[in-house]
T-cell receptor, first 116, second 109 residues
Framework: KAGVTQTPRYLIKTRGQQVTLSCSPI?????VSWYQQTPGQGLQFLFE???????NKGNFPGRFSGRQFSNSRSEMNVSTLELGDSALYLC???????????????FGSGTRLTVV | KNEVEQSPQNLTAQEGEFITINCSYS?????LHWLQQHPGGGIVSLFM???GKKKHGRLIATINIQEKHSSLHITASHPRDSAVYIC???????????FGGGTRVLVKP
C-alpha cells in the first residue's frame, strides 16, 4: 500500500513569503502529525490533527498553522518566513487515538524548506 | 533536562561489531519507537514496543518500563547500518511523540 506522501520534496522561499506543505496519510489513517527537524533543535512536534480537528499543538509561534481535510490529507502553512524556518518538515500518520499505542506512526520522506 | 535522552550522540564501529544505543525517558509513555534516518531525511520506523523485546533481522530492541529505559542493538554491524537512530516516546497523556536527540552511527568497512 502507498506510504505517507509529502509534497513538495524540496522548496526554496524568500524571507517574508508564506509556504504551504502537503501530507497525504496512509489510506485509513485518520491522524496526521507534523514535525520540524533542524540541526540545532532536532525533531520537534508542531501539531497533530485527528478527524479535521487539531488535537495537540507544540510550542511554535502562530505563524505555523495547519489543517486537515475530510479525506485526512493535511496541510501546514508557515507565514512570514524567517531564515530560522529552514528545516526538514516531516509528517507522520497513524490510525487514531487508541490504535496509535498498538500500531504507532508511519513517517513521510519530508519536505526540505530553505529560506533565503 | 530533556524528557527523552539518548546516548551516545555519535558512535563509530568496525564492520561486524555489536552496537548498542541507549534511550532513557522521564515521562509516562504508552510505547516507544526506534527510528532510522538516512542522509536525505526520510524516517523509517524500525520498531514500536511497549514491553519486552522485539527482533527484526540483525536489530533487537528492548524496553524496561519500570526503569524507563530502552536499548537498540545492532548485531554484526554493516556499513549500510550507517544512519541516525532516534528514539521517540509516545507520551501516555495525549499520544504526543517526544524525540531523543539521535545517535549518529558510522560503520566502517
Amino acid at each position: 500500500k502507498a506510504g505517507v506522501t509529502q509534497t513538495p520534496r524540496y522548496l526554496i522561499k524568500t524571507r517574508g513569503q508564506q509556504v504551504t506543505l502537503s501530507c497525504s496519510p496512509i489510506s485509513g489513517h485518520r491522524s496526521v502529525s507534523w514535525y520540524q527537524q533542524t540541526p540545532g533543535q532536532g525533531l520537534q512536534f508542531l501539531f497533530e490533527y485527528f478527524s479535521e480537528t487539531q488535537r495537540n499543538k507544540g510550542n511554535f509561534p502562530g505563524r505555523f498553522s495547519g489543517r486537515q481535510f475530510s479525506n485526512s490529507r493535511s496541510e501546514m502553512n508557515v507565514s512570514t518566513l524567517e531564515l530560522g524556518d529552514s528545516a526538514l518538515y516531516l509528517c507522520a500518520s497513524s490510525w487514531g487515538w487508541k490504535e496509535t499505542n498498538r500500531y504507532g506512526y508511519t513517517f513521510g520522506s519530508g519536505t526540505r524548506l530553505t529560506v533565503v | 533536562k530533556n524528557e527523552v535522552e539518548q546516548s551516545p550522540q555519535n558512535l563509530t564501529a568496525q564492520e561486524g561489531e555489536f552496537i548498542t544505543i541507549n534511550c532513557s525517558y522521564s515521562v509516562g509513555i504508552s510505547a516507544l519507537h526506534w527510528l532510522q534516518q538516512h542522509p536525505g531525511g526520510g524516517i523509517v520506523s524500525l520498531f514500536m514496543l511497549s514491553s519486552g523485546k522485539k527482533k527484526h533481522g540483525r536489530l533487537i530492541a528492548t524496553i524496561n518500563i519500570q526503569e524507563k529505559h530502552s536499548s537498540l542493538h545492532i548485531t554484526a554491524s554493516h556499513p549500510r547500518d550507517s544512519a541516525v537512530y532516534i528514539c521517540a516516546a509516545i507520551k501516555a497523556a495525549g499520544n504526543k511523540l517526544t524525540f531523543g536527540g539521535g545517535t549518529r552511527v558510522l560503520v566502517k568497512p
